[in-house]
């Protein structure tokens, strides 16, 4: 039995914590929020857990596992203290809202006997692992062109809350360490330089404040990436108006993901994966034959589901059960924050930007 402490309990959290209450090899011991009603709420949903607003009680002998949710600029002293104390810990993206913060993490982490991971959740969905091994594959040609847009209204409405003198930590920029883009793009950056195998080695990037006034940070970025292939990574994020898309471009076929609806080619035959059908085909294009694209309603899997074997939560906790490592490590994420560190460098100097 794998004793747990559930740290930080609002917003996503709540989508998750079925996880750890459906698991019968689980045991949720506590459930802590500096939000006294988060944490009831979240206890009282599992049988026998009970709630806290006290850090200190994840750190209690009887406790394995410490799955750190909370505010971006609590990471830190919580997870080297949930790591100092011998735990093991997930914690949820960004590592932390700076690289000092981030590296120092990373090298707890490294030091520690225990699992020590990064939560990721769109590695949850079997469509990114499908996507990965047709880029390995080589089903896309050579990788020219990657896109992403992540965009959501949630910043208006803390932006609101905020000027009715009700703060939230995404306003400020120290404890959330910027605004839309480290919330949201990090996702891809990190999905895109695990497809691919590339790496992001100069950035330029803008960013805006437009709609958001209550919030320190931007609620509008976009961000120019060169890879150390050569190919090209735009990003998109906002916290003043909707969408999401995920694509990318290669010389013999196209990945496009948006709205829960798949458009693919490839010009290298049929693939089959995880949850992708293709069946191939070939079309006359411009300068030769074309994949026939497809089209396919692929929804993602709820963020509680147990039977789905990606589910990272359920990856962690089989890791810890197992004594492997976790499936995404934290330094992995330390990598993602040096390019979103570069990219707000780069909004705020007016040019391009290495990428150590």
Same mark, same amino acid.
């Given at each position: 039995?794998i004793h747990i402490s559930f740290v930080g309990c609002g917003g996503m959290a709540a989508h998750y914590l079925g996880v750890y209450r459906d698991l019968p090899w689980v045991r949720v011991v506590n459930c802590i929020d500096a939000l006294p009603e988060a944490a009831q709420q979240a206890a009282a949903t599992i049988p026998g857990a009970l709630a806290s607003?006290?850090?200190?009680?994840?750190?209690?002998?009887?406790?394995?596992?410490?799955?750190?949710?909370?505010?971006?600029?609590?990471?830190?002293?919580?997870?080297?203290?949930?790591?100092?104390?011998?735990?093991?810990?997930?914690?949820?993206?960004?590592?932390?809202?700076?690289?000092?913060?981030?590296?120092?993490?990373?090298?707890?982490?490294?030091?520690?006997?225990?699992?020590?991971?990064?939560?990721?959740?769109?590695?949850?969905?079997?469509?990114?692992?499908?996507?990965?091994?047709?880029?390995?594959?080589?089903?896309?040609?050579?990788?020219?062109?990657?896109?992403?847009?992540?965009?959501?209204?949630?910043?208006?409405?803390?932006?609101?809350?905020?000027?009715?003198?009700?703060?939230?930590?995404?306003?400020?920029?120290?404890?959330?360490?910027?605004?839309?883009?480290?919330?949201?793009?990090?996702?891809?950056?990190?999905?895109?330089?695990? /497809?691919? =195998?590339? %790496?992001?080695? $100069?950035?330029?990037?803008?960013?805006?404040?437009?709609?958001?006034? +209550?919030?320190?940070? &931007?609620?509008?970025?976009?961000?120019?990436?060169?890879?150390?292939?050569?190919?090209?990574?735009?990003?998109?994020?906002?916290?003043?108006?909707?969408?999401?898309?995920?694509?990318?471009?290669?010389?013999?076929?196209?990945?496009?993901?948006?709205?829960?609806?798949?458009?693919?080619?490839?010009?290298?035959?049929?693939?089959?994966?995880?949850?992708?059908?293709?069946?191939?085909?070939?079309?006359?294009?411009?300068?030769?034959?074309?994949?026939?694209?497809?089209?396919?309603?692929?929804?993602?899997?709820?963020?509680?589901?147990?039977?789905?074997?990606?589910?990272?939560?359920?990856?962690?906790?089989?890791?810890?059960?197992?004594?492997?490592?976790?499936?995404?490590?934290? /330094?992995? =994420?330390? %990598?993602?924050? $040096?390019?979103?560190?570069?990219?707000?460098?780069?909004?705020?100097? +007016?040019?391009?930007? &290495?990428?150590?």
């Amino acid at each position: 039995m794998i004793h747990i402490s559930f740290v930080g309990c609002g917003g996503m959290a709540a989508h998750y914590l079925g996880v750890y209450r459906d698991l019968p090899w689980v045991r949720v011991v506590n459930c802590i929020d500096a939000l006294p009603e988060a944490a009831q709420q979240a206890a009282a949903t599992i049988p026998g857990a009970l709630a806290s607003t006290d850090f200190s009680d994840a750190l209690r002998p009887e406790i394995d596992s410490v799955i750190i949710s909370s505010p971006n600029h609590l990471h830190y002293p919580q997870a080297i203290a949930a790591i100092g104390a011998g735990k093991h810990v997930l914690l949820q993206k960004p590592v932390a809202p700076n690289m000092a913060e981030a590296q120092a993490i990373a090298d707890a982490a490294a030091l520690s006997p225990r699992t020590c991971g990064l939560y990721m959740s769109y590695f949850d969905q079997p469509l990114i692992h499908d996507l990965r091994d047709m880029v390995r594959e080589g089903r896309l040609g050579e990788i020219v062109h990657c896109y992403a847009r992540l965009m959501h209204k949630g910043g208006m409405m803390w932006s609101r809350q905020a000027l009715e003198g009700h703060g939230n930590w995404r306003g400020s920029v120290a404890q959330t360490g910027g605004g839309c883009f480290i919330q949201l793009a990090v996702h891809y950056i990190h999905i895109f330089e695990w /497809a691919t =195998g590339a %790496r992001v080695t $100069r950035a330029s990037a803008f960013t805006r404040n437009l709609h958001c006034p +209550g919030l320190e940070g &931007e609620d509008l970025a976009t961000a120019i990436c060169e890879l150390d292939t050569g190919a090209m990574l735009t990003l998109d994020a906002a916290w003043c108006t909707n969408g999401e898309e995920l694509s990318l471009h290669g010389t013999q076929g196209r990945f496009t993901y948006r709205d829960q609806k798949l458009a693919l080619c490839s010009s290298l035959g049929p693939f089959t994966g995880r949850v992708v059908q293709y069946t191939g085909g070939l079309v006359p294009q411009f300068g030769g034959f074309w994949g026939e694209e497809q089209q396919a309603e692929i929804k993602p899997p709820a963020f509680a589901d147990i039977a789905n074997p990606l589910n990272q939560h359920l990856q962690f906790l089989e890791a810890v059960r197992d004594g492997r490592p976790a499936p995404v490590s934290i /330094a992995s =994420g330390v %990598r993602d924050l $040096r390019v979103v560190t570069a990219i707000y460098e780069s909004a705020r100097t +007016g040019r391009a930007v &290495e990428c150590a």
